[in-house]
C-alpha cells in the first residue's frame, strides 16, 4: 500500500512545537529562579545589617548612628556593589530601618 505521508515529516511536526515549549519552560524557569536568589540575598543583608544593630544595641546600649559605624566597628561587609541599602536610624533608643533593592543588571544579564 502506498502513502503519501512522510515519517520523517510527521516526526518533524510534533517534535519542533515540542521543543519550543521545552526551551521556553526552562527559560521561564531559570528567570524564576535567577529573581528568587535576587530577593533572598536581599533578605539576607537586610537580616545581617539588623542583626549586627541589635548587637551593638546590647553591647553599647544604642543603636548606631548609620551603615558605617557597624561596618567598622563590627565587621559587617555587604555587597554594596550589587544592592542599594538604605539604613534610616530615627533615635538611638529605636531600630533602624533597613530597606534593601537589587540594583539593575547590566547588560541585560549575568
Excluded at 510527521?10 to 527559560?27: E, F
Excluded at 567598622?72 to 530615627?90: K, M, P, Q, S
Aim: charge should be negative; aromatic fraction near 10%; charged fraction near 20%.
Amino acid at each position: 500500500m502506498y502513502s503519501d505521508k512522510d515519517p520523517k515529516k510527521s516526526l518533524w511536526r510534533w517534535l519542533v512545537p515540542l521543543l519550543a515549549v521545552v526551551i521556553l519552560a526552562a527559560a521561564l524557569h531559570f528567570a524564576h529562579a535567577e529573581r528568587d536568589i535576587g530577593e533572598e540575598s536581599a533578605q539576607a543583608i537586610r537580616d545581617a545589617v539588623q542583626s549586627s544593630a541589635l548587637q551593638c544595641y546590647a553591647v553599647e546600649g544604642v543603636y548606631p548612628p548609620d551603615l558605617a559605624y557597624l561596618t567598622e566597628n563590627y565587621g559587617l561587609t555587604v555587597n554594596t556593589e550589587d544592592f542599594y541599602i538604605t539604613y534610616e536610624a530615627y533615635a538611638s533608643n529605636l531600630p533602624p530601618e533597613v530597606i534593601v533593592q537589587p540594583k539593575a543588571q547590566k547588560g541585560g544579564g549575568r
